[in-house]
């Protein structure tokens, strides 16, 4: 019997690779075979699940402060984590941003480092940023835009936010007050009117545009496709022929909710597995919104209980996972 391990990471608690590792682990104990596939949504984690940087560039961060970026590189095909440049973690979460000057300049600027490289496909990673400036700051570092020629340029969003709803939905988790909100919207209409007559391009319609506060939506307008971060990643790693071959499929986060199955891992799972009619149990540290209604789950805090679920989260997922199998090869 075979099952894949293709799990997100526990934000806070453990990576995806770790939680793949311990999903693995909890297989062979229950005598199965076991591929590991950490996934990302195309937000924070994404770049390392893709196979961790190989370089490193000097870059302005979200508040202008010079930020040494991890980005990677291998045959032509770059991959950047905007997180890595303009990502909130960088200036101490909300408490420590501006939200209203926190810029995308740096991404730009890994973005054009990479066309200095060689690069003819570059995939940009977004989740995590700082930053709700429409993507303004990325295409001045990018300009002139005729060096974009002939380069593909692939936007993974990890949410469906359009372009004007940008603010009103993650400006407040970026440190901004009410009033900054509105502002910052309205800065989002005068700058996609401003990509439609300069690009031609209406950023407003794009679902997705809106992800890293508008970032994607200024990339398309100088010609960038959005995909499902979920999507690139899946396609990256080959998943759908692993799970076509597969007896089960383990899949997880740390929070499973109704919010799981729109654009990311949990779902995208789920929906993969179920076209190829292939079982999914999805670990997760807790389960919301009734989900165990439409998809077989296990909850560590459940199971283990909160206080050692948070403390050994891996061993409760082997443990789990060990007696989950045990049980279901005995059926």
């Known amino acids: 019997m075979r099952v894949v391990a293709a799990p997100d990471k526990f934000k806070g608690t453990a990576s995806a690779a770790e939680v793949a590792r311990a999903v693995a682990d909890g297989a062979r104990a229950a005598g199965w075979r076991c591929t590991e596939v950490p996934l990302a949504d195309g937000g924070e984690g994404t770049l ?30 770059a991959v950047i984590e905007m997180a890595a440049a303009s990502g909130l973690d960088l200036v101490g979460g909300p408490d420590g941003n501006d939200p209203v000057t926190a810029s995308t300049t740096g991404t730009g600027e890994l973005i054009a480092a990479a066309l200095d490289a060689g690069a003819s496909h570059i995939l940009v990673t977004l989740g995590g940023s700082a930053t709700t400036d429409g993507g303004l700051g990325a295409l001045r570092a990018l300009s002139p835009f005729a060096r974009m020629r002939g380069v593909e340029l692939v936007v993974a969003c990890d949410v469906t936010t359009r372009f004007l709803d940008a603010a009103e939905v993650f400006a407040p988790q970026k440190g901004a007050s009410p009033a900054q909100v509105e502002l910052l919207r309205r800065r989002l209409e005068r700058l996609a009117q401003v990509y439609l007559d300069e690009h031609g391009v209406d950023v407003t319609v794009l679902d997705g545009g809106g992800a890293a506060g508008g970032l994607a939506g200024g990339l398309a ?5 959005l995909t499902s971060g979920f999507d690139a990643v899946a396609d990256h790693v080959g998943l759908d022929e692993l799970i076509e071959d597969a007896d089960l499929v383990v899949t997880g986060e740390g929070f499973v909710d109704a919010q799981s199955f729109d654009g990311k891992v949990v779902g995208g799972v789920a929906e993969m597995s179920a076209s190829l009619g292939v079982p999914v149990l999805a670990v997760a540290g807790e389960v919301y919104d009734g989900v165990e209604d439409r998809l077989s789950t296990v909850s560590l805090v459940e199971r283990c209980g909160r206080e050692r679920a948070l403390a050994e989260p891996l061993a409760c997922i082997t443990e789990l996972v060990a007696a989950h199998l045990a049980q279901a090869a005995g059926r």
């Open 48 to 77: 390392e699940v893709l196979g961790g940087a190989n370089r490193t560039t000097l870059v302005s961060g979200p508040l202008g402060d010079p930020v040494r970026a991890g980005w990677r590189l291998v045959r032509g095909r």
């Open 221 to 225: 307008a100088i010609g960038a496709q």
